[in-house]
């Protein structure tokens, strides 16, 4: 459930229209819904209810500084995976002892300012990471808490670009070199172990990859312990999928994820560490844009639009699916017709839509993509010299601009011209 709604024919974020929006900060941007965003976090929460746990937001999916002090304030903390994200969740008021570390390849740098900050855990990838973090950790006299991120060679179930949990994945240790891994990390001095870490990708809509990986991990916990390491945190990871087709779409539940949890690892007497992006924040959120041109092309129609690939680059690099709605809500059975939406940027990829049934749009008409929240804004960039576009916050019946558009003049100012060419 989200808080965008029609009312009185507007779309509306809250209590707030958006086509008022639109035209205070003008097309395109993107809105996020604060009580959605409150909600999924509570979601999560009740899910787990029971068992002690946390929610570590995974900041990947939508790190603006506002949307990340509304989770934080929710209770949650962070899954980050590079020092800018660190920095980012302690400025948006993160305690650092809710800060998990993820990420496949952290520097020396990232390492040393984690320590410093004293997070709670890395969530380590790869013995040679292991043996750098214990490096850093025993030169600054301290010891790094720790979970290794297992491969459990499980098949999510899900698009390749964004599955993680199988052999040929670039992620984790294999499964069956964590024991002997685990070993080595007990002999560290700057490492502390207090955990298994796995997470098997994203968009995951079954949760039968859930329960085989959980109860891999559960036999891998027993097993450890047997060896003498201290397990008292399992970290699942996240990948909860979202209805992105609402018509015929409906994924598993929090709550059904939570009862997985609980049958699998619930009665090891660990502390559960979750790490949700998406379903936090992914329908938190809409892209809102305005039809520049209609134009009819050889037996199709066009909706040539102000956002383009560069705003939301999903469809294009994931063939991934937005519901698409006019801002102005159509009468009662209003006729739909298939028409193709697309961006101006200078190639075929920039196409959100293929031959989607939606009621006439004109030149001029706002439309908004729904589940944008997540990997929307963040996985933006300024391809064709198109500015970042402005992110705003609803809270109920206020709204404010959490992101303002650049000008011109301040994307053009990070650039320099060398001397020798002056
Ligand atoms: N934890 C780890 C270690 C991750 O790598 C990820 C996502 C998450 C948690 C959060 O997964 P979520 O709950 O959001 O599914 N850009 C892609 C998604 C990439 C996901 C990467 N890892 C997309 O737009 O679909």
């Not at 979601?43 to 949307?67: I, Q, R, T």
């Not at 060679?153 to 670039?170: F, L, P, Q, W, Y």
Request: net charge negative; with cysteine.
């Amino acid at each position: 459930m989200d808080h965008f709604d029609w009312r009185g024919g507007a779309l509306h974020a809250e209590d707030v229209d958006l086509a008022e929006i639109a035209a205070a900060v003008g097309t395109p941007f993107y809105c996020y819904s604060t009580a959605t965003l409150e909600r999924h976090v509570r979601v999560f929460d009740e899910a787990l209810a029971g068992m002690p746990h946390l929610v570590c937001y995974a900041m990947k999916a939508n790190s603006n500084l506002a949307v990340l002090r509304v989770v934080i304030r929710a209770g949650a903390g962070c899954d980050v995976v590079s020092g800018g994200e660190l920095r980012r969740a302690l400025a948006a008021g993160c305690p650092a002892e809710k800060i998990v570390f993820s990420g496949v390849g952290k520097t020396a740098e990232e390492i040393a300012l984690a320590l410093d900050a004293g997070i709670r855990q890395f969530n380590v990838e790869s013995e040679p990471e292991l043996v750098e973090i214990d490096r850093i950790a025993r030169e600054k006299g301290l010891r790094a808490p720790v979970a290794l991120r297992v491969n459990p060679d499980v098949d999510a179930k899900t698009h390749a670009k964004i599955s993680t949990g199988k052999a040929e994945d670039k992620f984790g240790i294999p499964i069956s070199r964590a024991r002997a891994i685990y070993a080595a990390a007990g002999r560290m001095a700057g490492i502390a172990v207090v955990g298994i870490d796995v997470h098997i990708g994203s968009q995951i809509t079954t949760l039968e990859p859930y329960e085989a990986a959980f109860l891999k991990v559960r036999e891998l916990a027993l097993a450890l312990r047997q060896d003498g390491h201290d397990i008292r945190r399992l970290d699942l990871g996240g990948g909860l999928g979202i209805p992105y087709r609402r018509a015929n779409e409906a994924p598993p539940l929090p709550f059904d994820y939570g009862e997985v949890v609980r049958r699998t690892v619930g009665d090891l007497g660990c502390e559960i560490e979750v790490e949700p992006g998406r379903l936090i924040v992914g329908n938190a959120g809409v892209l809102v844009s305005r039809v520049i041109y209609r134009k009819s092309g050889e037996g199709r129609d066009f909706l040539i639009l102000d956002a383009a690939m560069n705003d939301l680059i999903r469809p294009a690099m994931y063939d991934a699916w937005h519901d698409v709605v006019p801002l102005r809500q159509p009468a009662p059975g209003a006729a739909v017709a298939p028409v193709d939406l697309v961006g101006p940027v200078c190639e075929s990829g920039d196409t959100f839509a293929r031959q989607r049934e939606l009621p006439h749009l004109e030149a001029g008409d706002l439309v908004a993509f729904r589940s944008a929240g997540a990997y929307g804004a963040v996985m933006s960039s300024e391809y064709n010299s198109r500015p970042l576009i402005p992110e705003v916050l609803v809270s109920g019946s206020r709204f404010d601009v959490v992101r303002p558009r650049p000008t011109y003049d301040e994307m053009l100012a990070r650039e320099r011209i060398p001397d020798w060419l002056a």
